[in-house]
């Protein structure tokens, strides 16, 4: 294939990394700090922690009772959280029990036994479990499912596609912009610049594509600066370096034009994000390391560093002028076919540590429990299928997920959570779920605590009309 860049689309890509729309890049830093001072209180943040690759559910959040975890280990001889029991805990092999505000009669669930931080949370009532929700066009049944009677999310159980429409309800050819960027095209305007309202620390996000608004891309600690920019330069003293004015100075060709126009927006930015990330300073500790459950090593967390990082711009929100910001970060290797005991053993290790690390510094941020105000949520391609391939397990639909905040309705399990086995209601084929909650519903109740409206809701996620509960009740307020 061939590929012909055009101006408008190296000026879109440059854009992107500047972080900036198509508006000039103005900041008056002390007017957006008096500014966001005055409205501390109306801060509010979402971030997506995408599991990339398809977390097995099953072996997250696990049915206990003696039905349930009798088909559980009979099925799953090979994957099931019983083979990694830690030492000293009960005969349910290791997993750790959670019981939900609201039981479901004859049931009973746990969690694998490397998310001890989450049970903690869980407890604490700032956890909240969604059951069983995945990409729907519509509420499907299993007998419409197999007759093609209803719409149905395109290329379902493949990895490119179904990212795509979890992040944007459009399939990955035709998607240009993600429900996290639409949320953030309507509260923009609740900020001083658009520019730091989406922010990833884990490359480009198709969640946090607006329509108007640009995500800024983080990668590490902090924004990457243009080398050399500052300093000598070609025998010169820093203060006759010549790059800044070669790369971002006046030209009159218009392709130069713009491209050093996007280049200057890009630099102020960088240098702005910074001054706000150095002034947060030490408020946001460094997280420890975690172990890792198979070899009791204990490491540096990148998950923990990226979330390291969104503080530290929470912390920075009143020099940043921003009252709305939505945030996406990420953890990969969920593609579970081999050696998933082991694998997601240490990815939950690192993912319950960095939630848990997450968790404690927004309790105390600067002196301040911004708890209430930042809410985090799981997301990932899809779930797994219920049987085994030997030593892991295949692509799936249906998936739980987590809420965490001040804000959530913790200590509860939301939505249907199905029966565990093979050829029920749910069960699209080697025991892959049918979801019950669509992910528009799961992001609408987030985007109605972020403050969007019902009509705005609407406009983000645009499947929504085709169910009638659009606030599943997981949030406060």
């Known amino acids: 294939m061939h ?78 959280s019983g083979s990694i029991a830690l030492p000293g805990v009960g005969a349910t092999g290791g997993v750790l029990p959670i019981v939900p505000n609201s039981p479901q009669a004859g049931r009973t669930f746990a969690l694998h036994p490397s998310l001890g931080p989450l049970k903690e949370l869980f407890d604490a009532g700032r956890l909240g479990v969604l059951a069983n929700v995945g990409t729907l066009i519509q509420p499907t049944t299993l007998a419409q499912y197999k007759a093609g009677a209803v719409a149905l999310p395109p290329r379902l159980f493949s990895h490119n596609d179904q990212q795509a429409t979890w992040q944007s309800s459009q399939m990955e050819s035709s998607a240009t912009s993600g429900w996290g960027g639409r949320m953030a095209d309507i509260m923009a305007s609740a900020n001083g610049s658009s520019t730091f309202t989406c922010v990833s620390n884990a490359g480009n996000a198709l969640f946090l594509a607006g329509r108007t608004v640009r995500q800024y891309q983080i990668s590490g600690s902090s924004a990457v600066p243009i080398n050399r920019l500052n300093d000598s330069l070609f025998g010169l003293p820093a203060g006759s370096n010549p790059l800044r004015q070669i790369i971002s100075g006046e030209q009159s060709d218009p392709f130069q034009k713009d491209h050093a126009a996007v280049v200057a927006r890009a630099i102020n930015a960088q240098a702005t994000l910074s001054s706000a990330m150095s002034a947060v300073g030490s408020g946001v500790p460094d997280p420890t390391q975690y172990v890792n459950p198979n070899t009791g090593v204990a490491a540096v967390n990148p998950l923990a560093v990226q979330l390291q990082t969104v503080a530290r711009l929470i912390g920075g929100r009143s020099t940043l002028g921003v009252r709305r910001q939505v945030f996406y970060v990420s953890l990969g290797s969920f593609d579970s076919h081999d050696f998933q005991r082991t694998n997601q053993a240490d990815l939950l290790a690192k ?13 105390n941020l600067q002196g301040a429990d911004m708890r209430k105000q930042v809410t985090l949520f799981t997301a990932s391609d899809f779930g797994r299928t219920f049987t085994s391939n030997g030593d892991g397990t295949d692509h799936g639909w249906g998936a739980h997920h987590f809420i965490m905040g001040g804000a959530v309705k913790g200590k509860d399990i939301y ?10 209601a749910l069960d699209v084929g080697s025991g892959s779920l049918l979801p019950t909650t669509s992910v528009d519903q799961y992001g609408a109740t987030l985007a109605s605590w972020f403050g969007l409206s019902a009509t705005q809701i609407a406009d983000v996620f645009p499947n929504i009309g085709n169910f009638s509960n659009r606030n599943l009740g997981f949030m406060a307020g």
């Open 351 to 363: 993912l319950a540590h960095a939630m848990a690390y997450f968790d404690g510094v927004m309790g």
């Open 3 to 80: 590929h012909h860049p055009s101006r408008r689309r190296f000026l879109g890509n440059m854009l992107a990394l500047a972080g900036t729309g198509a508006v000039p890049f103005t900041l008056n830093l002390a007017a957006m700090g008096n500014a966001a001072a005055q409205n501390a209180s109306d801060y509010k943040a979402i971030v997506c922690l995408f599991l990339a690759g398809g977390n097995d559910h099953f072996n997250t959040v696990l049915a206990t009772d003696s039905s349930s975890w009798s088909e559980y280990q009979r099925i799953r001889t090979t994957t099931d």
């Open 415 to 424: 939505g249907s959570m199905p029966v565990t086995g093979l050829g029920h």
